[in-house]
């Protein structure tokens, strides 16, 4: 009876065992890696991040190698160690840094971070040996430029262009959900400059017959230049959703409160963190939401002031001093007295941090180059500098040529 439950035992184990490496085997078998390599077309915002995984791979490769090139046969960039093991956390990145420090291997997946239109090219997945398994086609379309269209206020999207064979439109992305909760919010959706083309290269492939973004390396030259003038979109409308009733306030705060409440006085008990921030007058200030990225909805109110896109968003009016751009952060151009008080930021339809805004007209300004508004009086300083130089020369070559050819002006008589 044990010899018989023992070879029981010993097949199911060993029938288990290969189910298992069936299903090993069925990970890294289930996309097959295509004889002849071919771009999977993708397109983004600016400054949104992004993830490529590596959908096919021999089973005996355990690191892969992430390469980028411009355009199709440039130089090519190494975006990884040769063991697959760089780590980059998005929270570190800064906007304008190199695609060296803006990207992370994670999973044989790349991830890019607040990517740039610069970023915009092909992506390889592959081995140190330089053998490509799979590729990507990125196109990274400016925010510069970005149509808002309101449709509370009867506006319409852009209409699609037919030149030619070339079909030019905007394709729109799912719609965000409400940004705040309890009162009137807005969601919006963003929409992406695609084409439609005969033309188009066969070796890029495309989700649907003859269409890829803008920005595609698919995309003939010729056409790319006709595509420019269709820049990227912004459909926002207003809702309004109920909030849901969860409480949650840290153990400590509420030993405070129940403490100073048996004192006998009430304190203020904020439902979000607070930030405090003291800005000199006069200078600018931009604030970002904690863990908010540009295709999230977030949303902005000054105590019990609501910040709409209808009438903050970037664009909608020039001369605004306090506005919010198309990656989600509230801008200040030169702080006053009456911007101090407590700015809430939303995220996704909740309240999740504060600021508190101190202003002071005292103390020493420190002077560094990072500061924007530094190295725009430096700039400016310097185009004076050359306006006054290229006048001085251009006038005293005038008066040698003039000399030269003996109508030099006698202003004696």
């Known amino acids: 009876m044990n010899l018989a439950h023992t070879i029981v ?37 600016a400054d949104m991040s992004f993830e490529l995984p590596c959908h096919c791979k021999p089973e005996e490769v355990s690191a892969v190698v992430w390469y980028y090139q411009k355009h199709l046969g440039t130089s090519t960039k190494v975006l990884t160690d040769f063991d697959g093991q760089v780590m980059t956390e998005a929270a570190q990145v800064r906007v304008g840094s190199d695609l060296l420090v803006r990207f992370s291997i994670r999973m044989f997946s790349l991830l890019v971070f607040r990517a740039q239109p610069e970023d915009s090219g092909l992506y390889f997945c592959g081995t140190r040996k330089g053998d490509y398994f799979y590729a990507y086609d990125v196109d990274i379309q400016s ?5 808002a269209t309101f449709k ?4 319409e999207p852009f209409a699609d262009e037919y030149r030619g064979s070339l ?25 992406l400059c695609y084409l439609r083309s005969p033309d188009l290269s066969p070796r890029y492939r495309k989700t649907l017959p003859d269409v890829v973004s803008c920005g595609s390396r698919a995309v003939p030259r010729k056409l790319q230049a006709k595509a420019r003038d269709h820049t990227p979109e912004l459909l926002v409308q207003s809702c309004m959703v109920p909030c849901k009733n969860t409480t949650t306030t840290r153990k400590g705060v509420m030993a405070i409160f129940n403490y100073v409440s048996k004192v006998g006085s009430r304190p203020w008990v904020p439902q979000v963190p607070i ?9 600018r200030l931009i604030i970002s939401c904690p863990g908010a990225r540009p295709e999230h909805a977030v949303a902005w109110d000054k105590d019990q002031q609501y910040f709409y896109r209808t009438q903050y968003l970037k664009g909608v009016n020039r001369s605004m001093r306090v506005f919010i751009d198309h990656g989600n952060h509230l ?18 339809g909740v309240r999740v941090a504060g600021f508190r805004l ?52 006698n202003f004696s008589r």
């Open 358 to 409: 101190g202003l002071t007209s005292r103390g020493p300004y420190k002077i560094s180059f990072s500061d924007p508004e530094v190295r725009s009086a430096v700039e400016l300083t310097l185009i004076g500098y050359l306006l006054i130089t290229a006048i001085f020369v251009t006038t005293h070559l005038c008066r040698c040529c003039c000399y030269s050819l003996r109508c030099y002006p």
């Open 275 to 283: 930030q405090f921030h003291q800005q000199r007058l006069g200078h």
């Open 143 to 147: 925010s510069e430029g970005m149509v």
């Open 9 to 45: 035992l010993l097949w199911t184990w060993g029938s288990l065992q290969a189910f298992e490496i069936v299903e090993k085997e069925n990970i890294f078998q289930r996309t097959p890696c295509p004889a002849f390599l071919m771009f999977d077309n993708a397109a983004y915002l």
């Open 331 to 348: 801008h200040i151009r030169f702080t006053q007295l009456d911007d101090r008080g407590i700015y809430y930021c939303w995220r996704q």
């Open 167 to 191: 079909h030019i439109f905007t394709t729109f992305w799912e719609w965000t959900p409400c940004d705040r909760c309890g009162v009137r919010g807005e969601q919006w959706r963003i929409g």
């Open 152 to 155: 509370d206020l009867g506006q």
